[in-house]
């Protein structure tokens, strides 16, 4: 057995347990919600994890550059960016899908036969890996650029209504 046909056949099984590891780093009534409906509408945040890491792993499967997968992942970062999880934290789903993959794996004793393939497999996560910290980060300084354009704004605002502000003389 090759290790693409055996992620294909074990595929919905893999995907779960991915989806259980972005869920996992939530607090119990977060992840309570999360894992609940599948409903887009009654839970985007659920959906957009459960949909997103299918297209992924997808993607993973067929061999696809990591690039390929920058809206699926951005997805799901940018939910975790707005969150303020440490990186770290935000990106453990990432690496957990080569130890469920090997744990898989294991169940069938094969381990050792595919050791080379799975290797591979391994790189390919560990690109994954590190193109979602990329994303990830990308994510914060929007975060970062926003809340201080806005204290920026505020503090404009408040000198101006305390006319301690020189007026600015307009050349013409």
């Known amino acids: 057995m090759e290790l693409s046909k055996f992620l294909t056949d074990n595929q919905k099984g893999i995907c779960a347990q991915w989806t259980d590891a972005i869920i996992k780093t939530y607090p119990d009534e977060g992840a309570k919600f999360f894992s609940g409906s599948s409903n887009q509408f009654a839970n985007p945040v659920g959906h957009t994890f459960r949909s997103n ?4 792993f997808m993607t993973l499967l067929r061999g696809g550059d990591v690039a390929e997968c920058s809206t699926d ?12 999880f440490a990186p770290s934290v935000a990106l453990s789903f990432l690496p957990a899908l080569k130890e469920i993959v090997r744990r898989e794996l294991a169940k069938t004793g ?11 497999w391994n790189v390919r996560v560990d690109r994954l890996t590190m ?7 990308a994510c914060r300084e929007v975060l970062w650029k926003q809340k201080a354009n806005q204290l920026y704004n ?19």
């Open 73 to 84: 992942l951005d997805g799901i970062l940018r939910i975790r960016a707005v969150q303020g």
């Open 110 to 120: 094969r381990v050792q036969e595919m050791d080379e393939t799975l290797h591979d």
């Open 154 to 172: 505020r503090t404009h605002k408040l000198l101006e209504k305390a006319n301690l502000l020189k007026d600015e003389e307009v050349a013409g």
């Open 131 to 137: 193109h979602g910290f990329d994303l990830y980060m």
């Open 53 to 56: 890491i299918e297209k992924i």
